[in-house]
């Protein structure tokens, strides 16, 4: 549920911080932006393209579910 609620305040934020960049206006507290996985809510290793934190990154590729995506091996 925490996670659940950080996800949603910081799309909430970040929503808002973009329309006020679209219409000219600086806000005050930029900082407090930042991105958060879709998924898990994860802030740290987030991949921007795909909107996702890299552990889930890997388990999605994993299975097939990103698409143009494969495991390599040598």
């Known amino acids: 549920m925490a996670r659940t609620a950080l996800i949603v305040s910081c799309q909430r934020k970040k929503k808002k ?3 006020a960049l679209s219409r000219g206006k600086k806000t005050i ?3 407090r932006v930042y991105n958060r996985c879709r998924l898990c809510g994860r802030s740290h290793g987030y991949m921007r393209f795909f ?3 890299r ?3 890997r388990e ?3 299975k097939g579910e990103i698409a ?3 495991k ?3």
Do not use: H, M, Q
């Open 17 to 19: 911080y973009l329309e």
């Open 29 to 31: 507290k930029w900082v």
């Open 51 to 53: 909107d996702i934190c």
């Open 55 to 57: 552990i889930c990154f």
């Open 60 to 62: 999605l590729a994993r």
């Open 68 to 70: 143009g995506i494969t």
């Open 72 to 74: 390599s091996s040598w």
